[in-house]
């Protein structure tokens, strides 16, 4: 009997009975439709007349369900009484898209159908099987006119078999609930299911979500990295010279607290960027740009001649902080890999239309593409120029390590950030 009366039948006949109750209104309208062009006729006592206004009530329904919001309030039902697998979902928010919202038009048409009729059995059929049920016991029952029994079947034998037709009567009633529930449950992910425009939105907004998160991550690895690797090097320096250059020694701490306060603003601008909006999505990252460059190059624990060509207060607020974020990752490339004491030359430019960035380190060793520990390196640099629609290059150049990066100033993809 479970199948007939478990949890999920009767959560099953729940969401049937809950259709018949939506469909009620269309019913009534449909009854006045009827009553319209047959007006000596009873509709209520007329099963022809009742089949006509089931007939007018359920495209009344569907074009109703053709509204976006149909679709949530069908899914939220749905999810909760059809007892469907949880490896077949449903589509999450408004229909929007045609198809999306024939579906939900389709599925809340069977509803409301297979529920009238579930609900009509169900009001007409229990108290009428629960009557036949007692005709054994009751002869107050047995003389009622709503049974209205034949004369023929006022019989001994008729009567001790009532009881088991009784019975039999809501057996089927419960197996006809039980297969309209199964019907509604198989269609549903067919009917309410992401579309293929659902999958691809959605496969849209995951992407977008996993590019930001990327960025994040990038954004995290360059400030902390670069900040790690100047706070080693400054440390080491001052451990070295502890007993003999004190003022060396002084000038190195400030260094490591202005890298190390620095860095931690940056990791809280950062970190408060994967809070999740209300789209769920992570906010775009932001950081220090161009205007933030001598601050950088003051603490980054390497000799630098800087020699700006002008031009970059015009520089695009995006291109702006990525441009930082190059210098800082090639900074901390050769703190990393350069030979120490010599300066390091840096020249920014604004040129055709282009933002070029030139940073010539001293060559001990190549920079590594993949720093040790998951770090990012160079091929960090050449995603974020690829991102703006820029390029890099990288490599020996007369004895030193040049790396060169140009990007855009202008382009679509800055323009709708």
């Known amino acids: 009997m479970t199948p007939l009366l478990g949890r999920r039948a009767r959560q099953r006949w729940l969401h049937?009975?809950?259709?018949?109750?939506l469909l009620m209104p269309y019913f009534l309208v449909g009854t006045v439709i009827v009553g319209a062009y047959r007006p000596q006729a009873n509709v209520f006592t007329s099963p022809?007349?009742?089949?006509?206004?089931?007939?007018?009530?359920?495209?009344?329904?569907?074009?109703?369900?053709?509204?976006?919001?149909?679709?949530?309030?069908?899914?939220?039902?749905?999810?909760?009484?059809?007892?469907?697998?949880?490896?077949?979902p449903l589509a999450d928010g408004p229909a929007r898209t045609r198809q999306a919202r024939i579906r939900s038009a389709a599925w809340f048409t069977l509803h409301v159908g297979l529920g009238g009729?579930?609900?009509?059995?169900?009001?007409?059929?229990?108290?009428f099987a629960v009557g036949v049920t007692g005709l054994p016991f009751f002869a107050a029952v047995?003389?009622?006119?709503?049974?209205?029994?034949?004369?023929?079947?006022?019989?001994?034998?008729?009567?001790?078999?009532?009881?088991?037709?009784?019975i039999a009567m809501l057996v089927a009633l419960a197996g006809c609930a039980a297969a309209a529930g199964a019907l509604l449950a198989n269609r549903a992910p067919v009917l309410l299911g992401p579309t293929p425009d659902d999958r691809?939105?959605?496969?849209?907004?995951?992407?977008?979500?996993?590019?930001?998160?990327?960025?994040l991550a990038r954004e995290l690895h360059d400030s902390v990295g670069h900040a790690l690797s100047a706070v080693t090097l400054q440390a080491g320096a001052a451990r070295r010279v502890l007993?003999?250059?004190?003022?060396?020694?002084?000038?190195?701490?400030?260094?490591?607290?202005?890298?190390?306060?620095?860095?931690?603003?940056?990791?809280?601008t950062v970190l408060g960027l994967l809070r999740t909006d209300d789209d769920g999505a992570p906010d775009a990252p932001s950081g220090p740009g161009l205007d933030a460059l001598d601050r950088l190059l003051a603490h980054c624990g390497l000799p630098v001649a800087y020699a700006p060509d002008g031009g970059t207060d015009r520089v695009p607020a995006v291109v702006s902080?990525?441009?930082?974020?190059?210098?800082?990752?090639?900074?901390?490339?050769?703190?990393?890999?350069?030979?120490?004491?010599?300066?390091?030359?840096?020249?920014?430019?604004?040129?055709?239309?282009?933002?070029?960035?030139?940073?010539?380190?001293?060559?001990?060793?190549?920079?590594?593409?993949?720093?040790?520990?998951?770090?990012?390196?160079?091929?960090?640099?050449?995603?974020?120029?690829?991102?703006?629609?820029?390029?890099?290059?990288?490599?020996?150049?007369?004895?030193?390590?040049?790396?060169?990066?140009?990007?855009?100033?202008?382009?679509?993809?800055?323009?709708?950030?």
């Open 16 to 21: 049937l009975i809950i259709g018949g109750a």
């Open 48 to 88: 022809a007349n009742q089949l006509t206004a089931f007939a007018y009530a359920l495209p009344m329904a569907a074009v109703t369900a053709l509204l976006p919001l149909a679709r949530p309030l069908s899914v939220a039902v749905a999810r909760a009484l059809c007892g469907l697998p949880p490896d077949r």
């Open 117 to 127: 009729v579930i609900s009509g059995m169900t009001l007409a059929l229990v108290p």
């Open 142 to 166: 047995r003389d009622t006119p709503v049974l209205d029994l034949p004369a023929a079947l006022d019989r001994t034998w008729v009567l001790a078999l009532a009881p088991l037709a009784g």
């Open 200 to 215: 691809l939105a959605a496969a849209e907004r995951r992407a977008a979500e996993l590019a930001v998160r990327n960025r």
């Open 243 to 268: 007993d003999s250059d004190p003022e060396f020694v002084r000038a190195a701490l400030t260094a490591i607290e202005e890298t190390t306060r620095r860095t931690v603003g940056e990791l809280d």
């Open 321 to 417: 902080r990525e441009a930082y974020r190059i210098v800082q990752e090639g900074l901390s490339n050769a703190l990393r890999h350069g030979g120490h004491g010599e300066p390091v030359r840096l020249r920014i430019a604004v040129r055709a239309g282009e933002l070029e960035i030139v940073l010539d380190s001293p060559l001990s060793a190549r920079p590594a593409t993949v720093r040790p520990g998951g770090g990012l390196g160079l091929r960090g640099i050449a995603e974020r120029a690829v991102l703006l629609g820029g390029r890099t290059e990288a490599g020996p150049l007369d004895g030193r390590w040049r790396l060169t990066a140009r990007l855009p100033l202008h382009t679509p993809a800055q323009e709708q950030r």
